[in-house]
């Protein structure tokens, strides 16, 4: 590709390279951080390549938390939210965008005002909900509401969905399809690479929810990652082990960051070709 | 595609009202669970917090007596409510900050800068942080002796500000972090938006002698309307309910109240001080003030967004 | 027509999955809830024998990874002993533990034995959450009270009106006074010899001692002393933020409140014995302390493990000096309670339970042994503990303050604490010299006595029957 050497070019590229550095700096001063031995983060000016570099966090992290535990229980968490999170808010994304149905739109705003109300008031009835289907200390109050909807995904589906021909539908019914199978053998495919992306944002959403699991679970062996985290900072604030806090930051990441570079193909592509118009 | 369209255009004459019934059950159908979540897992909630507004419930005992509108009475007079307004008002500060920078970011990817790859994986990099890893990260690089950015900035100033001890700072900190996490997310949207804008509106400008200048402002700002909006909507509600930040960097609310928000007063309320029935009643006139703010948007949307098509 | 078909399937079967899932996790609900309302009920109805008539008793609580491991053996122990039983542990970051007990009685689903925050008990016990000990502490097999300080025991009464008197709603877990710790090194290099139990320093001398070891410049800086404990200033020159009888009237406009206040904010201020406020938002003088870089510095017994591990220097503890004025000393004492939930279904269980946690002697053992706290029988204190290789050296100091010179803080004996958080939130002018403590102290009073006011009132309001 040819491209053209402007000054203003360089100057934009330079603005971004400067971006790029703030961004990337927190992170290479976590691990730095969590490579140090704890009398040594406290050193003027700042190390940052520690010396000695000292692997025994990653080692006692293990053993000093629940992280274990904490990772497999997000992960059964995630996956569930994932598949059908997935699932049901794209079939309620194909409805709002294709159909005609009694109440749509009043149902859709309905929606919107779910985002609106500040969630620590609701805590308590939910907690008693829960209570009355027995769903306290299980993975069950994480997985389920999650999975039955996303309002920003439906949000952002229907935009893209919007966008695709209607004559799909009406082709559809002629050759004889239901609606289900005119979403779920025509749109949904057609809606893959967004539904990629998404699947990527909720991941992150899951997998990043502390506020739900900590009021909701009690027992160690239902913790998930989070929690397991903020156990390891609130132990009496006067002995904070930074080093080992920042580890345990740097794994919790570390999935996120790991997937999100597989996927960072269709992650940008993706939005890319949904042609979102807001 | 045209003899597809010619055939169904064919068809709606006929039969109607039972496609349309069909529609609408099958419509109904899809959404339902998204209607049960709705009503059990916030309607339902909900109705318990706005009961609970006209009680002086307290969680700790069973028996809640009615106060009639004492709460909300009392939320008027109470100055600890109005300081934790303006603090939350405060928080909207990073939207227009996030919202610019991401759209420089997102149009110089679109004009193919060198290395943009690179650079999105960079800055989303944020976004897919945890809020407590990264609270713990900000802790401690803004750690007023030993924490980076003030090593850094004492090479300018003699005395960097103390981020963590000073609500003025610790609030500009927030507003920080926010535009800092959201610049890179929100620009995947920008990316999004002006790779769908058709070349040729660009060509038919070239025509008629626009310059680079003009094209953006007369047709990529334009196009980029109903992404702004959408952005702004989402940004604002979240902003709003600004509260994990808080807890984190202040969780006294900082000096004189300077930091505490909204969201976090209530929590405060609704748990420190066990007053379940006035945090309700706070959170239900914040919630309307949500409702209302995002109301007014809407309506001013028709203004100066973009709706063609 | 198939598909149509299929579509009202798959949407039935989704919503219903989520509904079907709740219903038959409710049936198992409440099989398993049965048994802690009705202990006699058996888990499984096939399975009959004696054995298995297990009692479940919850119990929350928060703590260092160390305090957890320590519990979990105990808990262990307990179910040992009474095979009978078996203990739900739950445990909760310390700084989530309120918001999560709170929401777990608004839903009935208290545990049935929980730690008690000290300042937090009162609204637990007017609220009618806390079960009633006093026959239990004076009719237990599991520990003898008089061999228990009595103002631990103390500590959490109750009378429908005041802490400290009245009937008993938790038993103390541990008790940590806040000594003053010095840096034996420092105090050597600097010439400066110590004070004992029986000829304690005044304020004078405190700052004369300050002065005399304030060294340095720059990286190599050492201070003197930490910030001062505004408590034990304000209380031992005879001064309080709020009357003592009757706990309704603002005090801080006193000018033995005001003295002490300034003679606090002037370490720093007027001498430079102790580190700015700036200072000590990067390096807490906790942390300085262990670093090396301060000779004095207020903390609490619990924190014996840390400087264990991590001064390379060695350290004692002191009394706190006594004010000029007055010729007393006096500091508060801290400590966290064991709770029984006034619902439990199994309340001689969850009371043995936490009688147990508390005052079992090899519970003692570990927790001093480990640096988590100081003995809280008196035997063992006086006896084993003496001997005991570990610092502090001069360990006598600890029961010395905890007799004769600790006392339940003011704060803690109001309804809630508001009115304290907000003296403290912008105390920092104070300190650094923005205001006097005379300004200080006036332009916030009644702010305060406000919200002491509201605090006095939500006692009322709560405390009705």
Redesign the interface.
Known sequence: ?K?KISPV?II??I??LI??V??????A??LS?SLKE??L??????QWIPKPVDWKNYIEIWT?SNLLTGIKNSCIISVSVLV?CT??SS??A???SK????F?NA?FV?????????L?????????????????D?L?PMI??A???NI?I??FLR?YMTGL?K??L??A??D??????A?WRIYLPLCKPAIV?NVIMLF?IT??D?FGP??FT???SKQNI??A???L????I??TD?PL??T???I??LP??IL??IC?KY??ES???????? | ?DC??A??KN??GKGQSK??R???????L??S??????I???L???A??IYASFTNWN?LSPNRVFVGTLNYERLFVDPKFWKALKNTLFMLIPIPIYIT?AL??AY?CH?????Q??????????????????T???M??FNS??G?VN?FLSLFVDNPPSWLSDPFWTKWMIVIMIS?KL??FTS??Y???L??IPKSYYEAAQIDGAGPRQQFFKITLPLL???????LV?GM?GSL?T??EVQMFAPDGGRGYGVGT??FY??QK?FSSSQ?GY??AI?TV??LF??VI?VIQFTLSRKW?FEG? | ????I??VI?CLT?TLS?LG???C??????STSDDSIEPKVTEEPAETTETEEKTKV?F?G????AEITTFKEMIAQYETKYPDIDV?Y???????FD??L???I????CPDAFYSHIDRMMKYAATGNLYDLTDYVENNEIFDPDNVWECLINLYRFDGNMQGSGSIYALPKDVSVFPVFYNVDLFKAAGVTPPTIDNPWDWNDYLEAAKKLTTGEG?NKIYGTGAYSLESAVWSNGAEWVDQETLTKVKIDDPAFIQALQWCADLRLVHGVAPSASETES??D??RFK?GKLAMVGAGT??LA?FWA?CDFEWDVMNWPVSPNTGKSEIWFGSAGLSVSSTTANPEAACNLIAYLSFNEDAQRTAYTMGQAIPMLKDMAYGEYMNFEKPPASKEVLFDILENHARLATQSRTFNQEWFNEFNSNIDAVFNGEMTAQQYCESIKDTIQQLLDDSNAQKAEYSKK
Not at chain 1, 233 to 236: F, G, L, V
Not at chain 2, 111 to 115: H, R, T
Not at chain 3, 90 to 96: G, L, M, P, T, Y
Request: glycine share 4%; net charge positive; with cysteine.
């Open positions: 590709m491209r070019r934009v590229f603005i971004l971006g790029a703030t961004m990337i700096v927190p992170f001063w976590m951080t704890a009398n983060v406290y050193t003027i000016p700042p000093a059908f699932f049901t079939m309620a194909f409805a709002f159909l005609s149905f009694p749509k149902i309905m929606l919107l005002t779910t985002i609106m109300v500040p620590v008031v609701l805590l308590v009835p939910l907690f008693v909900i829960y209570t009355k289907i027995g769903w306290i299980t069950l389920v509401p999975s039955m909807c920003n439906i949000f935009q021909p004559e799909l009406d082709a019914k002629i004889g399809c239901g609606y289900f199978s979403y992306a992150m997998w990043n502390y900590l009021v009690h027992s160690e989070q929690v985290i903020a156990m900072n609130s132990h009496y006067q002995q930074i806090m920042m345990a930051s740097l919790a990441i996120v960051l999100f570079i960072q992650f940008t939005f890319a070709m949904t042609g979102i118009k807001g | 595609m597809i369209s055939r169904s068809i709606k496609l349309k069909r529609e609408s059950l099958a419509g109904l899809f959404v669970p998204t209607i049960i979540y709705f059990v897992f916030f339902l909630p909900l318990v917090c969680i920078f420089l970011f110089a004009k193919n800068i060198l290395g790859k690179v650079f999105r994986a960079i800055y989303y990099l944020p976004y897919i942080s945890s809020i407590v890893a990264l713990l990260i900000w401690w690089l002796k030993y980076l090593n800092w610049i890179g995947i949207y990316i999004a938006a790779k769908s309307t109903p992404t702004t909006f959408y952005l989402i509600i309910q509260f994990v909204i969201v209530i929590w609704a379940m945090a309700c959170a914040f919630g949500i409702l995002t967004v098509n | 027509m198939k598909k149509k299929l579509i798959m989704f989520a899932l709740a219903g996790k409710q049936a198992a609900k409440l919850t929350m928060w703590g260092t990874d739900e739950i445990v909760v970051a310390d700084n989530e918001t999560k709170q929401t777990m608004g839903a009935g689903q990286e390096l807490s906790y942390d670093q619990w924190s840390d991590n």
